[in-house]
């Protein structure tokens, strides 16, 4: 039976949505499997965003990394949460984006 792939949790801002899908695109055709944040284009309540934050930090919990997109900005809340949340999992938390490349 082959080994099962690593599954890779997609984390950044929403800002960063172009350079996550780029990640994932590229880390798929490696042969990832890729969990993404939900990408909704419409208007959602703090209630859908608060239902939505906590269904990724279950992503996380699937996942056997983080790969954190960001441009070498700072990093906002939910970001710095589900990083904070993946390493205290004890989930290896990584960076991709124009400062440190793609893992």
């Known amino acids: 039976m082959p080994e099962r792939p690593e599954i890779v949790c997609i984390c ?4 960063f949505i172009e350079d996550m899908r780029a990640v994932s695109r590229s880390l798929t ?6 969990l993404m944040p939900a990408d909704i ?30 441009r070498g ?16 999992a004890g989930k290896p938390v990584t960076f991709a984006g124009p400062a440190w490349g793609s893992a």
């Not at 950044?12 to 800002?15: I, L, Q, Y």
């Not at 055709?29 to 890729?34: E, P, R, T």
């Open 12 to 15: 950044g801002s929403m800002r």
């Open 73 to 88: 900005e700072h990093f906002g809340e939910s970001t710095l949460r589900e990083i904070a949340y993946a390493e205290a």
């Open 29 to 34: 055709l490696a042969g990832f499997i890729v």
């Open 41 to 70: 284009d419409t208007p959602i309540t703090t209630e859908q965003k608060a239902a939505l934050g906590e269904l990724h930090l279950r992503k996380i919990d699937l996942a056997d990394r983080v790969e954190v997109v960001n």
